[in-house]
């Protein structure tokens, strides 16, 4: 299985790898900044002792696995696993996956 990821650059937000123009960088950063906000909005039902890393950021990751193609749990591990840190730190602050 192929997996693709997004080339970001250490210090850029996808916004800036995307969109040309200042406007519309600043409306996908808040666009962004919005669905990280919205996921954090979601209950966490894990224990406290078992959270290594936020829900918001754990459901971002699987999110954009799944839109590069990952069918299955595996398949999302493996996206994270293979993403850049700067990617993981784009979606909600995580330095490593593994």
């Known amino acids: ?3 693709l990821h997004a080339t970001v650059r250490p210090g850029d937000t996808p916004a800036y790898a995307i969109f040309p123009s200042r406007r ?3 409306r996908a950063v808040s666009r962004h900044d919005q669905l990280l906000l919205v996921l ?3 209950p966490d ?3 406290p002792r078992g959270r290594r890393y936020p829900l918001a ?3 971002a990751v699987a999110m954009c696995a799944v839109l590069a193609g990952a069918k299955g749990f595996t398949a999302i591990g493996q996206w994270a696993a293979e993403s ?3 990617t993981l730190t784009v979606l909600g602050r995580m330095t ?3």
Do not use: F, G, N, Q
């Open 1 to 3: 299985m192929e997996v």
């Open 57 to 59: 950021a754990v459901i």
């Open 40 to 42: 954090s909005s979601v």
């Open 96 to 98: 490593s996956c593994l």
């Open 45 to 47: 039902p894990r224990k």
């Open 24 to 26: 519309a960088r600043r």
């Open 84 to 86: 850049t840190a700067a």
